[in-house]
């Protein structure tokens, strides 16, 4: 008896070693002027990592065999901006990836014009390589700074509907993608209507100061988290936030439509919880400033 | 001959401290220049090149100016005025570089060509300044020909030990207390002071006794 449990244990063992050693392929590397990108597959499921060889850097992955399918909750919890706003013209995402959230929102909605920014040419081309990122004439992507391209956008008058910020990993924070300044300057691009998401982090002393800063320029805002990884989404609007009514009725109308990307929108609407409920912050923290962004140290 | 002693024992020391203080205040300048820069033109890695240029640059043309102006009546109160003219010319980084980025920013489409004039708008005159305290502190330490290199080293060690600490803690603990307008004008008003101070002591000293030393070796 105790034998067959030896016999099972050592067969489990070593099937839990190879599916570890074996599965996982490096099928492209590069350093960047920014980073190491590593593209690896594991099985079905292949992923792009920023610097070291952990599942933690993962920034984005897909599914080889169904490629619609996202498999990142925060990929999943951004589209609960789409509850705060009726069929986005103007899409602006800050933070390229794979391009899966530039390649979702092109399916949903065909008619809109998405434009990426992403600071690292290597990263779009690995995009395009490996993670079947398509640009056409409604979806572009462009090398820039996300900062400077706020900045040179309000130069230029342009306006989106829905800003979406997923610059930060969890390596490095760019510090001037969180002040008070260029959160104005973004808001200052959005039309009337218009909302902006952002994928950051719901832990260490920063979310306090995030947290201010976000309010001080917005107003209050929805938090909305799982309980499954330290990601959160900051989700805001230029004018009103719109009620949990307003925002469940478009819950089920849109639902359907995100079933085929394993998105639930009624699932994403209950974790959503507004800052004028719940400010979990001390009312005295400051404000991060293009003077006082000390993001990466406040992060540790 | 006493009344040298009774100088020396203050002045190189207080030299030394002066050196120190500009080496410190350099770098942490240095190092809040990408933190100024970066929401105009971005944290990519042209804006260190911009930056270091620019640094490298202006000091290197500090260092044949100091070279010079050390040629012609050295004196502690000349050197006091460096320093002030560097604390003063430091000044307009904190309170214009916004509206001169702006200027820059609009004109300049390219943020690699962006960061490098705006670097040369705000660093390029107080490093200039700032580069003319090494070669000049050289001068006023130097009494013996076979000492002059065991003084130069002695200089270079203090004040790129000065730099070393005003990189490490401008980046590790300034920046996590401070604004950086506020440190800007900090280091702006020790340099300054020092100035003032360089100055003032000049004055206690005997005039002649100076014309002397500096005749002793020339």
Do not use: C, M, R
């Given at each position: 008896m105790n034998r067959i449990y030896i016999v099972t244990f050592a067969v489990f063992l070593l099937n839990a070693v190879c599916a570890n050693s074996i599965?996982?392929?490096?099928?492209h590397q590069e350093r960047s002027l920014y980073r190491n990108i590593l593209v690896e597959d594991q099985g079905d499921l292949r992923c792009l990592k920023f610097n070291?060889?952990?599942?933690?850097?993962?920034?984005s992955c897909l599914?080889?065999?169904?490629?619609?399918?996202?498999?990142?909750n925060y990929t999943k919890l951004l589209f609960s901006g789409l509850l705060l706003i009726d069929d986005p013209k103007n899409i602006l995402i800050i933070?390229?990836?794979?391009?899966t959230m530039s390649n979702t929102l092109h399916q949903i909605y065909p008619q809109s014009n998405i434009t990426n920014v992403e600071i690292d040419p290597a990263v779009i081309k690995v995009a395009r390589q490996y993670f079947g990122f398509f640009e056409n004439q409604r979806v572009t992507s462009v090398v820039q700074d996300g900062r400077i391209f706020i900045k040179r956008a309000v130069l230029k008058k342009q306006q989106y509907d829905w800003i979406i910020l997923d610059?930060?990993?969890?390596?490095?924070?760019?510090?001037?993608?969180?002040?008070q300044e260029f959160l104005q300057e973004a808001k200052s691009i959005l039309t009337p209507n218009g909302i902006l998401s952002a994928n950051t982090f719901?832990?260490?002393?920063l979310y306090a100061h995030e947290s201010a800063t976000y309010k001080k320029v917005f107003g209050d805002f929805y938090n909305v988290r799982n309980n499954k990884n330290s990601n959160r989404i900051i989700l805001t609007a230029k004018e009103k936030l719109p009620s949990s009514e307003v925002i469940t009725e478009r819950a089920k109308q849109l639902h359907n439509k995100l079933i085929p990307y394993y998105i639930n929108l009624f699932e994403i609407s209950k974790q959503m919880t507004s800052t004028s409920m719940?400010?979990?912050?001390?009312?005295?923290t400051k404000l991060l400033t293009d003077q006082f962004s000390p993001a990466n140290l406040l992060n540790n | 001959m006493t009344d040298h002693q009774v100088q020396a024992s203050w002045k190189n020391p207080f030299i030394y401290l002066l050196a120190f203080c500009s080496g410190f205040c350099i770098m942490g300048i240095e190092l809040l220049g990408g933190r100024i820069l970066a929401p105009f033109f971005?944290?990519?890695v042209h804006i260190w090149g911009s930056i270091i240029t620019v640094f490298m640059l202006s000091l290197s043309f500090g260092y044949l100016a100091g070279g010079k102006l050390s040629?012609?009546?050295?004196s502690l109160k000349r050197y006091g005025i460096i320093f002030l003219f560097a604390g003063i010319t430091i000044l307009p980084v904190a309170f214009w570089s916004t509206s001169i980025m702006e200027v820059i920013f609009v004109n300049v489409e390219d943020s690699r060509y962006g960061s490098l004039l705006a670097s040369c708008a705000l660093f390029f005159i107080p490093t200039i300044i700032l580069g003319m305290i090494s070669p000049y502190s050289v001068r006023l330490l130097v009494t013996d020909k076979d000492k002059s290199g065991q003084v130069a080293g002695k200089l270079y060690f203090v004040s790129t030990l000065g730099s070393a600490l005003g990189t490490i803690i401008t980046s590790f603990y300034f920046v996590l207390f401070f604004e950086v307008n506020n440190i800007i004008i900090v280091f702006s008003s020790v340099l300054a002071v020092l100035g003032v101070i360089a100055i003032v002591l000049n004055k206690s000293i005997n005039p002649l006794s100076i014309n002397t030393v500096g005749t002793v070796h020339e």
């Open positions: 599965a996982a392929e490096v099928i070291v060889k952990t599942s933690k850097s993962n920034q599914y080889k065999s169904d490629p619609q399918h996202l498999v990142f933070g390229l990836g794979g391009g610059a930060f990993n969890g390596d490095y924070i760019p510090e001037h993608l969180l002040t719901s832990v260490s002393s719940n400010q979990d912050w001390p009312e005295k | 971005g944290s990519s040629t012609h009546n050295a």
